[in-house]
């Protein structure tokens, strides 16, 4: 039994209790198929047989929806893959781990390029612009969480206008299997989401309102940590459980100085575990080290109580692991005796 299967069940158990409706059947996509997306209309003339994708939420989309076989080549990872799926993209030509180059891209014949993050295609995208696809007959979907709500530039990870949902990733599935006609499998994969989230909601219900957090990414040498604006996947995490972010802007990932973060004094740190190597503190065990021996930060209450909490830097982004996120930081505040 995979890993969604097993799942799937649980899911089933959890929206009956809710008193959720079943999915209902979703009609077959006619060809061609067109869709406004991130300001763009893009046509799909038929379901796609090869694909690229540029990010690894987009990718593992893909997975779950059963369509591993049309994935021809994949770039921009985080961390490991779902569980469940390392065989599967044990397969896959991975073009890059980061930035794939706009030629190789085009060397595996794509008939669509799925996209997580304008930054690598967009207006300003560091691979293409999606025009430059689209001009060799190859259309580009991208994220709506990525650009919904988002102002995007080269000189930052962008500011959002609107507070992130889940609604976004929910978007992009329901987009997705659309595009190749899967739309009954779409459906199963949003319940299975929605019923994890209501499950972890549950879990921690009485420590609503009493617990307060910063969520790190990761920091550049001697500079200050990029952490969690208000609006992005985090905040959404946090509202979901109940949580006050200590960090109230609109940039997506804004620096803070731990100064600002002490005074701040949050209850938790949630620290983000990657195997992306970037910056010097992209690795939890550097980010631990810091917070034991930096002389601010290893005074701070959430360190000397041991409330640092590791969570994989792809439920920080806005993507299908965002509920994977408020379960394990759930898991984590139960844990440590903080609902009680």
């Known amino acids: 039994m995979t890993i969604l299967s097993s799942r799937r069940i649980v899911a089933g158990l ?3 209790a809710a008193g959720f409706a079943a999915p209902a059947f979703a009609a077959e996509t006619a060809y061609p198929l067109t869709l406004e997306n991130c300001g763009r209309s893009i046509t799909i003339q038929k379901a796609p047989q ?3 994708s540029i990010g690894q939420s987009s990718t593992e989309i893909l997975y779950l929806l059963g369509l591993s076989d049309r994935v021809a080549g994949t770039a921009l990872w985080v961390g490991p893959v779902l569980k469940g799926y390392e065989e599967v993209n044990a397969t896959i030509d991975r073009l890059a781990d980061n930035d794939p180059s706009f030629e190789s891209v085009l060397s595996k014949k794509p008939d ?7 930054w690598q295609v967009g207006p300003e995208g560091v691979v293409a612009r999606p025009e430059q696809f689209e001009e060799l007959g190859v259309p580009v979907y991208t994220s709506p969480a990525d650009c919904v709500g988002k102002e995007n530039s080269a000189a930052s ?3 959002r206008h609107q507070v992130f949902t889940m609604d976004l990733v929910y978007r992009e599935i329901r987009d997705l299997a659309a595009i190749y006609d899967v739309q009954d499998r779409g459906e199963e994969v949003v319940a299975d989401l929605k019923a994890r989230e209501a499950a972890a909601r549950e879990k921690i219900a009485a420590a609503r309102g009493r617990i307060s957090a910063v969520f790190w990414f990761s920091s550049a040498a001697d500079a200050d940590p990029y952490v969690a604006g208000r ?3 985090p905040g959404y995490i946090m509202s979901a459980l109940g949580i006050d972010n200590i960090i109230k802007t609109d940039d997506e990932w804004p620096t803070v100085g731990w100064e600002t ?3 701040a004094n949050p209850t938790v740190i949630v620290a983000g575990a990657m195997e992306r190597r970037r910056y010097p503190l992209d690795s939890l065990e550097a980010k631990r080290d810091f917070l034991k021996t930096d002389p601010v930060a290893r005074l701070m ?3 000397t109580a041991g409330h640092v909490f590791a969570m994989d830097a792809q439920a920080m982004n806005p993507t299908i692991r965002t509920i994977e996120g ?5 898991a984590d505040i139960d844990a440590a005796g903080l609902s009680r």
């Open 326 to 330: 408020i379960e394990t930081l759930a």
């Open 14 to 16: 959890v929206a009956l």
């Open 261 to 263: 973060i002490a005074k």
């Open 50 to 52: 090869r694909t690229v």
């Open 112 to 118: 669509i390029v799925t996209v997580q993050f304008q």
């Open 231 to 233: 609006n992005g996947a």
């Open 157 to 159: 990870d962008g500011v």
């Open 301 to 303: 209450p959430a360190v």
